[in-house]
Every structure is written in C-alpha cells, then in structure tokens.
C-alpha cells in the first residue's frame, strides 16, 4: 500500500532519539542517556498489597467503565496532595490523564490549530515538541540562563507572537537542563502571561523530587485568573509503568478535557487507578518520595564530584537542586562526534540538539543519574571525561 | 478566562447521550441504555491471581516504562488468537493501544486531514463520530438492511467521494444494530476498497462474543494487500476497566501507530498489559468467552421473546447473533417523545439519532441486554412495550 497520510504524521520516519538509546542499550555501554527512575526503589510490595485489596474490596468496578474525568477517590487525594502545595482544588478541576504525554496532548487538541504559537524553553522536553508539530503548531524557543526562561525574552516571544496560545514551561528541574525558575521568574511569567492574554501550561513532572535547597510555589499559585493549567504525573514519585497524570485546571476548562478525553481513550485505566488510590490510603506516598529524593541526592552529588573532576575546566553544567538530569555544555564540541568516541569508551549520553525548536546552541548534551549505581556513575563519567578531551584534542588537530 | 479553542474542540459543550445515561442511572429505572459488559462475568479472582504473579515475577519491568509497540508477551498472545481467527500476523503486525476508542483516534490522527472524507455504517457507533468529527472528517453514511451496509451504496459514496481515506466498519454485530456483514459482502466491501484505493478501518470488539449462528471470518482475511486494518479490545471479552486494546496491521504502517502513540500517550498501561498476558498464559480465555457468550445467549433470548410479546407489531428489531445490541425501529414514533415516556415508566433506551453521521431514520432506538439480570428483561420489556403503545396513542390523538 502506499499510505496517505494526514499532515498530524511526520515527513521522516527517522527517530534520532530511539537510535541513541538503542546504541546505549548495549550492556557494556553505561548510558546516561535515558530518562528513567530507578526501579529499585518501586514500592512493590505495598502497590501488590493495594493491587490486592483493590481486587477484594472492589473487584467488579475497578475492572468496569469508568468516567472520562477519572476515579472520584483518586482525584480526592490528588486535590489533598495538590492543596498542600499551594494548588487551591477540588476533585471537580481535576481530570487523570494516561500519563503527562497525554495531558500535553489533549491540550495541544483543545488549544492549537495549525500556524497557531506555543512558545517553550529552549531547550525543553523532546516529546512535548513532537506533539505541538504533530497539531502543526509554530513552535518559538526562548532561551535560558541558569534560573530557567529568561523573562525578558518570553516577552518580546509573546509581543512577535499575537497568535500565541500558550507557554509551555517546566518550570522545576526541567527536562533536560536540570534547571529551576525562582519565585519571582514565576511570578513575572504569570504578569506577562496576564498581560498578552496567553495561557500558560505547568508541566511540573518532578517538582516533588527536590532534594536540595528551598522549595519553590508552582507558577499557577502565582495566578489571578486561573489561566495555568497545571500538570505532574505519577510516573517519577511512583512508577511510570502505571502511565496515570493529571492536571489542574478551571472547572469549565476540565469539562472541555473530559469532552476531548472521552473522545481519545474515553478513560484511563481503571483498575491502576484503583490501585494508586488504595496505596495513597493505605501508606505515606511522600515517606516514599523522601527515600526516592535520598538516593537521587546521593547519585547527583557522585555524579557533580566525578564530572568536577574529570570534565575539562571550561564546561559548564547546571547544578539540580532535584529532579534526574545535569545538561552540560562543553563549548567547541560536536556532540554527534562526541557521542560516537563515547560509544567506544563504552558510556552514552543523549546529544542536546533535538531538544530545541529551532536555534540549537551545539556541544550540549543531557545526563541522567536517577537509573545507574554509584560506582558505575563515577567509572561512566571518567570515561565521559576522557572522551570529551579526545574529541577536542582530534578537532584541534583537524 | 475566555479560552480560544482549537477547531477540534466541538462547537457545543452537550452531551446528549450523556444526559440520557445520567437520567437512565436512577436506580429505579431499568435502563437498557448503557453498552456495558455484564461485570457478574469478570474473572475477578483469575485476574487477581495473575496479578500476584506479575508483581512475583516481574514487578519492577511492568511498573518501569515501556516501548510504544506495546508489551511483546501480550503481542505474542494476540497474534495467536489473531492467527486461529485467519488474520495471518506476528508481533510486528501489533501495536497495542488504551483501549479501541484509542485505536480510532490514532487511525483518524494518521489518516485525516480536515475534509477529508470518511465512509460509515449509518447508524454507527457514536464515539467514532465524535473522533472523526474532532479531526474535520467529511462523514458519509452509507445504509444499512439487515446484512449490514449496502455494497451498492458504498461503492456510489466512494465514487462520490473521490478524497475517501477510509471506510469504518463494525461487521460483527454491529454497534448500535446488532447486525451482522455477510462473507459474501465482506468480499464486495474488499474488491470496492481496492477498485477506488481506500483504506478500511474494521472495528471488531464483539466478533468473539457470537452466541448464534456460524463465524464470518473477519473483513481482513478477504484482503489482498493488507489495506485493512484491523482493530479490537479486550473490553467485551475480559474487562473493559483495563483499557487495552490492538491494531493489527501492515509493518510498515504499525511503524506509523507507534510514533503517533508515543507522541499521544508514550504507552498504554504497561502493568495492565503484563497482567494480561499473564492471565491469558494461566487461562483459557476462550474458555471464559464460552461463558459470557452462554449469558448473553440467554438475555437476548429472554429480551427477544419479550419484545415479540409486547412490542406492537409493526416494530422491526435485528436478531442479533451475538453481541451486545438489539437494535428496533417503531416507525411513526418519535424517539425523544418516546424516551420521555419511558422514563415516566422507570425504563429507557438510547434514542437512535447521535448514531447517524448525516440522515437520521426515525423511530429507531438501540437496546442492550448484556448488564441485566433476566427478570429485569421481561419486567423492562414489558414498560418500554406499554410506553411505546401509549406514546403512538397520544401522537394519533394529536
């Protein structure tokens, strides 16, 4: 057969990212390239026990239809979490999602016709690019300092933009620079925002995951009319395999996202969302978080120390405060080319071009240290170290 | 906030059917309007087991992220069952999805850009409707008789409709009417998509469940040059709660479904998929559909007995092999008028108008008998029988 397919798909079949992680799939490749919580530390004793007590208790509905907006106990404890951070909620702005991807793409389909503008950080999360091309959106990066988007920037982004429907940020430990926008970046954001009359999606997948420093209010508690639709996910303070988000945002808005919702898988999966309720009665989720922000604590600052060490003086890198990434800049490299020594000193790194929209700023490169065990951290980052002045001694030489 | 939607967002915020199942919820209606397996038939301890064995064995792979093609134990199970139905396939055939409603979002997504036509049983499932209408799909309903759409109307609304991207087919039982596609016409449906080159999209959540009759082999056996695709669930024949279903189709273009899912949900549910898989390796899943179809052989026996009892007499209604659906036509009735009645009489139906894409024929309503008890039938039967006679009463009074 030869396919017509609808402009939603994209021209090339080519996944540069898949490639990447296959290469670093190698099992004698230590691949920070990836962006996976550890699975070690997955509750799985106590989600069987919930898993179980689901099936006992109430068997024959968790495996029935449910409704679109998602299991009214779930969305209670979700608003209990959500309320504690400074999120005023209830159940009826809440809707569950099959996982953050999910949100970003039901608001991309509410909100995005063709030509239409988001802007995002540059660089930001891959994935949420895919989606804003796949609705045909005009996609603008504004560029970052080490406290995230620069607001001066966005301004002028959203001043050249008039048919920008809105901001896409990250705005704790983004994916991938690590980086954290202060409380008055936040707030300057929400005053531009109001100002252009844009909305502004929080992606906010690892903000419980801070094991140093202050914590920060989400940018939609800095809000005067509810035009922040606030998101965050299960999958890094839980397990990403139950693919269960949610987001926050005004009732009336929820009711066009169950709308769209019934129409793309009419619900999430209702027995997982049984099960995240139950193990949210039945155990302390944020004693769960303090073990998960412990090891991450411990595996970024083995990773810092190793990369002070053995990285040439003049990269930079951001210093997450939580969250699973560093981004590293080593100027004058070519990341494709330095991906390719890194493969033969057997370590991997996700290169940082396909992170941005349009402007790429080269030799950057993402690392994670959520998913490696601290001494092949410190053995991957020697040989990172190495690779990195091979690859500028060989371009010295060229 | 004054939102400015997308042009996916529908125009209204009404749910008509949606109101109609929130009226016939009154727990002393006995509501035929809902499409719900029977939850009395889960394999609740079954399910329950497998998931114990899941967590045992292999906890902390299904609670991690996973690949968009979907979990490869779960394929290879499908493809199996996929195989003994006659649809020739492996694992690389597969994707699965959150469920069918997922199923039809990704095809319109890949397929349809605004315009473009789509071809549909008229009545057909609602839902679908709504997924093709969010994409700006030009709907074309083609009629129906008792052997399911007519091959002489499809062929005029594809030459008709030269910027056909597909044809959506329920042959199997068809939701809302019950009806059944003939082999012969299945063929014709095949030999129609080739002459003019457009796709097929067939739908089969209740060819598994035929109670009556002998199997028609699916539509995608007739093909020639895997134009078909073919998609189903396991809603009707195990639990609709899980959300999982899957798209058997060419390689090439299940390599399309898998960058769209990840771009609209990374995966579905990867615990649910292993709990699955692992229940159909612990258990003859055929064996449990013998159970639910004996059930359901029983209802739409009792529900058919009684509506030849005390329907009037010039009412026509499918007879259903199998499935969930009895589908009538009371002509000179109006539907809403009728449903009115009925709910003065504790009973209710789905009127038939959202099923139609285009011209509405009047009079028709679907019934479903697979989520109630025997008794509740006949007593159902007997109301929706005396509203239906007092409703024509009052419009020949009028």
Redesign the interface.
């Known amino acids: 057969?030869n396919?017509?397919?609808?402009?939603?798909?994209?021209a090339s079949?080519e996944?540069p990212v898949g490639n990447i992680l296959k290469v670093a799939g190698d099992p004698k490749v230590i691949s920070f390239a990836g962006g996976?919580?550890a699975?070690?530390l997955?509750p799985?004793?106590a989600?069987?026990q919930a898993?179980?007590d689901v099936?006992?208790e109430s068997?024959?509905?968790?495996?029935?239809?449910?409704i679109a907006a998602g299991d009214p106990k779930l969305r209670e404890q979700i608003a209990q979490r959500m309320n504690r951070s400074g999120i005023k909620c209830d159940i009826d702005n809440i809707i569950i999602?099959?996982?953050s991807?999910?949100s970003i793409?039901l608001t991309a389909?509410?909100?995005?016709?063709p030509g239409?503008t988001v802007i995002v950080e540059q660089p930001t999360y891959l994935?949420a690019l895919?989606?804003f091309r796949?609705?045909g959106a005009h996609i603008v990066g504004v560029p970052m300092d080490d406290d995230g988007m620069q607001m001066d920037a966005l301004e002028q982004a959203v001043q050249a933009n008039p048919n920008t429907?809105f901001i896409y940020t990250i705005p704790s430990f983004q994916n991938p620079t690590g980086r954290t926008m202060p409380a008055d970046r936040r707030q300057k954001m929400i005053e531009i925002a109001e100002k252009y009359n844009v909305?502004i999606l929080e992606d906010d997948p690892y903000g419980a995951i801070r094991f140093a420093g202050d914590d920060v209010a989400p940018v939609k508690t800095f809000e005067h009319?509810?035009?922040v639709i606030y998101m965050s996910t299960f999958?890094k303070i839980l397990?990403?395999?139950?693919?269960i988000g949610w987001i926050v945002a005004?009732k009336t808005?929820v009711?066009?996202f169950i709308?769209?919702k019934?129409?793309?898988?009419?619900?999430?999966?209702?027995?997982?969302q049984h099960?995240i309720a139950k193990y949210m009665a039945e155990n302390d989720i944020d004693a769960h978080i303090a073990k998960i922000k412990a090891v991450y604590r411990k595996r970024e600052g083995i990773m810092m120390a190793a990369i002070e060490k053995y990285f040439p003086k003049d990269a930079h890198y951001s210093h997450p405060e939580g969250g699973l990434f560093i981004w590293v800049e080593v100027p004058g490299v070519d990341t494709q080319t330095l991906f390719n020594t890194c493969i033969e000193h057997d370590v991997a790194f996700v290169p940082g071009e396909p992170f941005y929209a349009d402007q790429v700023i080269p030799g950057t490169f993402r690392l994670n240290y959520s998913n490696m065990q601290e001494d092949q951290i410190v053995t991957g980052i020697e040989r990172l170290g190495n690779a990195i002045k091979e690859t500028i001694a060989q371009s010295v030489e060229v």
């Open positions: 057969m396919y017509q397919f609808s402009n939603n798909v994209p079949d996944d996976l919580p699975p070690e997955f799985v004793e989600l069987k898993t179980n099936f006992d068997g024959r509905q968790a495996l029935q239809y449910s999602t099959t996982g991807q999910q793409d389909k509410i909100f995005v016709n239409d994935c895919d989606v796949s609705y429907k909305m009319d509810e035009r999958s397990a990403p395999g139950l693919r005004e808005l009711k066009k709308l769209m019934q129409t793309v898988d009419v619900h999430s999966d209702n027995l997982t099960i």
